[in-house]
């Protein structure tokens, strides 16, 4: 089955600046790539997702770069506030669209902090 | 729509007690898929069904672990005998066909002691 690495664990970053969380996978199958954040017991929701035929995708701040040779996908979020702060999850299935029966396999999240 | 309806939010019971925790997906999504959160595990896939039939169940547990989706609108995810090592936060999703995004309840926070 799919397995997803995800580091760092814990990322502390000053406000303004830029945080960078980095994933890789391990099945060439997989085709869809989405990040989940989740504020402190809240559940996770979905703020950007690649596809296997794009390399770069941003949304305002956020933007998700995605290598397939080298089966690793990261998130980029710039000029950072404190409303960021939270848990990013990174995930992969094969689904493509997601439209499949598959399951989205996780990364362990990293804990971002946005000091002040 | 009020989201993705999980029930009960805590549960806190005795080892070797039967637990229940219940789900119901936003009307109109065709699959759902069960989730357990542990910090050390982070969240794990347990379960997922595709209009109502179970597709992939190798991420449940062992055979303690048991799922069920009568119909479109319900799900239960039991555990018996349940255990302290089943301590988590246990997730419902939700996802419509053609698209990728999973919809997640608020979570049922499970306390074995």
């Known amino acids: 089955g799919e397995n997803v690495e995800q580091h760092p664990s814990t990322l502390s970053v000053q406000e303004g600046d830029s945080a960078v969380i980095k994933c890789t996978y391990s099945d060439s199958a997989s085709n869809y790539f989405p990040w989940y954040k989740q504020e402190l017991g809240k559940r996770p929701q979905l703020i950007i997702d690649i596809r296997s035929n794009v390399g770069e995708k941003k949304d305002q701040r956020i933007a998700v770069t995605l290598n397939k040779t080298a089966k690793h996908f990261s998130l980029h979020i710039t000029e950072t506030q404190p409303e960021d702060s939270a848990v990013y999850f990174c995930a992969a299935s094969e689904g493509g669209t997601g439209g499949g029966a598959d399951g989205l396999t996780f990364g362990k999240g990293t804990h971002l902090i946005i000091q002040p | ?113």
């Open chain 2, 1 to 113: 729509d009020a989201g993705v309806i999980q029930s009960p939010r805590h549960e806190v019971t005795e080892m070797g007690q039967e637990v229940t925790l219940r789900c119901k997906p936003i009307s109109g999504h065709n699959s759902l898929f069960w989730y357990r959160q542990t910090m050390m595990r982070g969240l794990e896939l347990l379960i997922y069904f595709n209009n109502n039939v179970p597709i992939d169940d190798s991420g449940m547990p062992e055979d303690r672990f048991s799922a069920k989706m009568p119909n479109a609108s319900f799900s239960t995810l039991k555990i018996q005998p349940s255990e302290p090592r089943d301590s988590a936060v246990y997730f419902c999703a939700s996802r419509p066909m053609g698209t990728g995004e999973l919809f997640f309840g608020e979570g049922s926070r499970l306390t074995v002691l």
